[in-house]
T-cell receptor
Framework: DAGITQSPRHKVTETGTPVTLRCHQTENHRYMYWYRQDPGHGLRLIHYSYGVKDTDKGEVSDGYSVSRSKTEDFLLTLESATSSQTSVYFC???????????FGPGTRLLVL | DQQVKQNSPSLSVQEGRISILNCDYTNSMFDYFLWYKKYPAEGPTFLISISSIKDKNEDGRFTVFLNKSAKHLSLHIVPSQPGDSAVYFCAASALQGAQKLVFGQGTRLTINP
């Protein structure tokens, strides 16, 4: 299994509060991704990173920001959480010239 | 606009028989396709992939077929086993660049003993 951990695994928060989710890898892969999974939508890309301090937006980036100050960590921040951001969040990693993304175990977030 | 579609939300198959999961896409720029399997409370697990230069890729009990003219791919599992019961996602991307995956909605496969 790819060495990917996500923390926390579960979180309940209130509308309007900031929330940060962490993805940590031990594989030293260059690419890291954040997806959200919602019923009827499959997984949708939020943001991705192609190196330290290099990030870009995905399909559903509004209300989210990311940071990558070290190769092994990719942080996803909900600046002011809303109920529509209740979801399961997955991190994925991929090495350059490899074709497959490997996923972490997910973080279940509930915004009340 | 859903660029990758899995039109069957669920599929039920007898153990030992063939399971066929289907996926359609609309974006002609997609040239790499993957299937992931997902159990509850776990992350998606990579199953098999295919690039657009091929029309078939096989790995043990799993075979993926790609029909580029129809923009259609399918995953065949034979023989189906109880452990295959899971949600299956197809995903597509362009091979060049950041490989931003676009996923279908998923199909829940149930294998009945």
């Amino acid at each position: 299994d790819a060495g990917i951990t996500q923390s926390p695994r579960h979180k309940v928060t209130e509308t309007g509060t900031p929330v940060t989710l962490r993805c940590h890898q031990t594989e030293n892969h260059r690419y890291m991704y954040w997806y959200r999974q919602d019923p009827g939508h499959g997984l949708r890309l939020i943001h991705y990173s192609y190196g330290v301090k290099d990030t870009d937006k995905g399909e559903v980036s509004d209300g989210y920001s990311v940071s990558r100050s070290k190769t092994e960590d990719f942080l996803l921040t909900l600046e002011s959480a809303t109920s529509s951001q209740t979801s399961v969040y997955f991190c994925a990693i991929r090495e350059v010239r490899q074709e497959t993304q490997y996923f972490g175990p997910g973080t279940r977030l509930l915004v009340l | 606009d859903q660029q990758v579609k899995q039109n069957s939300p669920s599929l039920s198959v007898q153990e030992g028989r063939i399971s066929i999961l289907n996926c359609d896409y609309t974006n002609s720029m997609f040239d790499y396709f993957l299937w992931y399997k997902k159990y509850p409370a776990e992350g998606p697990t990579f199953l098999i992939s295919i690039s657009s230069i091929k029309d078939k890729n096989e790995d043990g009990r799993f075979t993926v077929f790609l029909n580029k003219s129809a923009k259609h791919l399918s995953l065949h599992i034979v023989p189906s086993q109880p452990g295959d019961s899971a949600v299956y996602f197809c995903a597509a991307s362009a091979l060049q660049g950041a490989q931003k995956l676009v996923f279908g909605q998923g199909t829940r496969l149930t294998i009945n003993p």
